[in-house]
């Protein structure tokens, strides 16, 4: 049985998309000021794929896991899940299919075991009865010293596995890291305790708006849409569209079209295409005012628009020298077929809460 292992350092959502295009469809918008540290560890044993994400900007994330997969994420710092409040130490089962939206806090940090189902369902209970749960009823808070030792159990093996030579030693053996894992998650499911929700229907009528609102923020990314727009678009009052967005993603709807914007500007500036400039980048995402868009713009992402793009250019023309040094994380063909070398295999938040939208939506 053999074994792959990546480590991923980013500075935009947009890069960490781009490595998991196919594999795991998120979108994410950063929310809090500053720039951006995002680290990916990944380590691939064929039908089960263990990954370790942080970064430290709260930011609100959609997403959606591979189909035949299933996932099960502790969740190390707090979040706020498909509109509930997630303490330190809640674990999720996710199932394939389904799309969350979950705003993150700062630092984020989470782990996540993607396994195959049917691999699932052959594991031991309390594993095994995963399987099929329903992901309503699997949202538990573990111990948190059993989240202690499980996070500190997944930085061994993965410095382990990143050291150099260290991959023929016993401890990162494909068979020993499966044990091992099975074991500590085990653990991490006994004697949790059921995270007491708000009433469900408030909770779903509420998530279920503002992930409305957030497609069409996606759909209608040509054009400069409002908040009016979407009250319009969706039939609801402007002021229940912000009760939503404050409640399921911490800011109002037009701070986070604001936020949008920018994120979309930044990655475009991200490219560093040959002729690319920054007003062109500004006027492509609805931005007339240039001096404002740059204030924007640094007071969000801590640097100039200009220092991004020149950034970018500058690594670009690096890029082709040197590489970092790492193992790539081959992932299975059901995934991606052909897998570039070098794509990592996690998801940033996934949510049992919300079908998968169908083609089209709504418009403004």
């Known amino acids: 049985m053999s074994h792959h292992v990546a480590r991923h350092s980013f500075s935009d959502f947009g890069q960490c998309r781009e490595q998991l295009q196919g594999i795991w469809d998120m979108d994410a918008t950063q929310l809090s000021a500053g720039r951006l540290s995002l680290t990916l560890d990944c380590l691939d044993v064929g039908d089960v794929v263990l990954s370790h994400l942080r970064f430290d900007r709260a930011a609100a994330v959609r997403s959606m896991e591979a189909p035949g997969w299933r996932a099960l994420i502790v969740h190390v710092s707090p979040k706020r899940w498909c509109g509930i409040d997630l303490p330190a130490g809640a674990f999720v089962a996710v199932?394939?299919?389904?799309?969350?939206?979950?705003?993150?806090?700062?630092?984020?940090?989470?782990?996540?075991?993607?396994?195959?189902?049917?691999t699932l369902a052959a594991w031991e209970a309390p594993l095994a009865n995963l399987a099929d749960a329903d992901p309503e009823c699997r949202v538990l808070v573990a111990q948190p010293a059993t989240v202690r030792r499980y996070r500190d159990w997944v930085r061994m093996v993965f410095e382990a596995a990143l050291s150099e030579g260290a991959q023929d030693g016993a401890a990162t053996r494909p068979d020993a890291i499966l044990d091992a894992l099975r074991e500590r998650l085990a653990e991490v499911l006994s004697c949790p305790r059921h995270l007491e929700a708000q009433p469900p229907l408030v909770r779903?009528?509420?998530?279920?708006?503002?992930?409305?609102?957030?497609?069409?923020?996606?759909?209608?990314?040509?054009?400069?849409?409002?908040?009016?727009?979407?009250?319009?678009?969706?039939?609801?009052?402007?002021?229940?569209?912000?009760?939503?967005?404050?409640r399921v993603i911490g800011v109002t709807p037009a701070q986070y079209i604001l936020a949008d914007r920018l994120n979309r500007a930044r990655r475009h500036l991200l490219l560093g295409r040959s002729g690319a400039t920054v007003t062109a980048a500004a006027y492509?995402?609805?931005?007339?005012?240039?001096?404002?868009?740059?204030?924007?713009?640094?007071?969000l992402f801590g640097e100039r628009p200009s220092d991004t793009l020149h950034g970018a250019r500058a690594a670009m023309h690096h890029a082709g020298a040197s590489q970092p040094s790492q193992v790539p994380v081959q992932?299975?063909?059901?995934?991606?077929?052909?897998?570039?070398?070098?794509?990592?295999?996690?998801?940033?938040?996934?949510?049992?809460?919300?079908?998968?939208?169908?083609?089209?939506?709504?418009?403004?």
Not at 219 to 241: A, C, K, N, P, Y
Request: with cysteine; proline share 8%.
């Open 284 to 299: 492509d995402h609805q931005f007339e005012n240039l001096s404002r868009f740059a204030l924007q713009y640094a007071r």
């Open 331 to 364: 992932l299975p063909k059901t995934w991606r077929d052909p897998l570039p070398p070098g794509v990592a295999a996690h998801h940033v938040v996934p949510c049992g809460c919300s079908p998968a939208p169908a083609a089209g939506g709504s418009r403004a």
């Open 204 to 246: 779903v009528a509420r998530y279920e708006l503002a992930v409305a609102a957030m497609r069409m923020v996606q759909q209608e990314m040509e054009r400069r849409i409002t908040v009016r727009d979407l009250s319009r678009g969706l039939g609801v009052t402007e002021r229940s569209l912000q009760y939503a967005f404050i």
């Open 95 to 118: 199932p394939s299919g389904r799309e969350a939206c979950v705003l993150s806090h700062e630092p984020w940090e989470s782990i996540g075991v993607f396994v195959r189902h049917e």
